[in-house]
């Protein structure tokens, strides 16, 4: 999406629309599309202004529970997300997906690590290799 027009280009076309022109004529005089001085035109009659309005997503629904949701995962940390999602819908009320929850922690700079158990049964990555038990005294 690419940056909204300036101010003075809306202002223009406005005042164009308001000296007589159509906005469609108005429009081309400007070299926009029809629709945005139609917007334009519309939003300076509602507002008195032609400023752009503010861009930018909707908030998270966990924002007002973030204090809450830290205590959480500080007091309890191997939870799961399958697991956390399940305390928010018993806790607050609020059915929020894994994915919320895991864009909240990215955006709040919360890391986790799950299920220990089966890291400490993975292979060891760096360590004794078999060739080295080979010289130890008592083994053949």
Known sequence: MGAAHSEDLRSRV????AAGSSR?????????????????????????SVRARPRGGKSSPLEPHG????????KEPDLTLAEIELRLLDGLGQKITER????FFKRHAISYK????????????????????EGRPGQP
């Open 67 to 74: 204090g809450w949701l830290k205590d959480l995962v500080a």
């Open 100 to 103: 919320s929850i895991r864009r």
């Open 24 to 48: 469609r004529q108005a429009a081309a005089r400007f070299k926009v599309s029809p629709a945005s001085a139609i917007r334009w035109t519309t939003l300076e009659a509602q507002t008195g």
């Open 114 to 133: 799950k299920n220990a158990a089966r890291l400490r049964a993975d292979a060891a990555r760096r360590g004794r290799s078999a060739r080295a038990l």
């Open 14 to 17: 406005v005042a164009e629309v």
